[in-house]
């Protein structure tokens, strides 16, 4: 929670969907609330999401994945950005050594 | 169509990560994004439970287990990185000198609203477990919902 609040950008990494296909974005969270209004930004498996006061803007999205198909694993409306771009990162990120 | 591994979600996230933040990442996959940031790009990486200049994942092999991030994870400490008071690692948090936070999160609501503390069955993976061990369990009707605003320090 003081992450939530403290720090100047909240962006998340999780899953699109929950192991049973539902939504994990939604027009209301179910669960208790760590912080209201904090994410800016959501990277999923799927997309890259842009949180902002007009709704939520797909910025990047997989190869072969259209908004229709995103919007039946996403409870609420999503719009496309203009200039997305397609979500295609290395098929296996060279991580950097310690 | 093939949804991204766990490596590709931390390494795109990483990517979005500018030159000289302080970057707090979450338990789980956020570890991992600090291994893929871009080579040349200087991004200081901070662990609540006191490091300041957290490393990427240590080689097989080379694990220090005294060197381990909030998420009990062993890390590796870059040149210049630094030990800090757990009480002023939340400073840092709580101050609002922390750029980026990459979190996880079990729901997240179109208002920019975060779940990721409870599904009220599980516990966290925390470095603070005895928080979980000896606090009462908060009955449904006790949740709350805090401000963004209301605890930042001015």
């Known amino acids: ?98 | 169509m093939i949804p991204l591994t766990r490596e590709q979600m931390a390494w795109r996230a990483a990517q979005d990560l500018p030159e000289g933040a302080y970057v707090n990442l979450g338990i789980g996959i956020p570890t991992l994004a600090a291994s893929y940031v871009p080579a040349g790009r200087e991004v200081i990486f901070h662990s609540e439970n006191g490091i300041l200049g957290m490393g990427p994942k240590p080689e097989p092999g080379k694990e220090d287990p005294y060197m381990v991030d909030a998420g009990k994870n062993k890390t590796t400490l870059v040149t210049g990185g630094c030990f800090v008071h757990h009480a002023d690692a939340f400073l840092m948090i709580r101050g609002g000198h922390l750029d980026v936070s990459l979190l996880g999160a079990f729901e997240v609501s179109e208002k920019g609203d975060l779940a990721n503390w409870t599904t009220r069955h599980s516990r966290p993976a925390s470095a603070a477990p005895w928080i979980w061990r000896s606090a009462p369990r908060p009955s449904a009707s006790s949740w709350s919902t805090p401000a963004r605003t209301a605890s930042r320090a001015s």
């Open chain 1, 1 to 98: 929670m003081d992450l939530a609040v403290g720090a100047k950008a909240i962006r998340v990494i999780m899953e699109h969907t929950s192991k049973n296909g539902e939504p994990r974005i939604l027009k209301a969270c179910t669960y208790p609330l760590t912080a209201a209004g904090c994410v800016k930004r959501i990277y999923t498996n799927l997309a890259v999401i842009d949180v902002t006061p007009q709704g939520l803007f797909v910025i990047e999205m997989i190869p072969g994945m259209t908004l229709e198909k995103l919007q039946t694993l996403t409870e609420p409306k999503l719009q496309l950005a203009p200039g997305w771009q397609a979500l295609a990162p290395p098929e296996a990120p060279e991580a950097r050594a310690a």
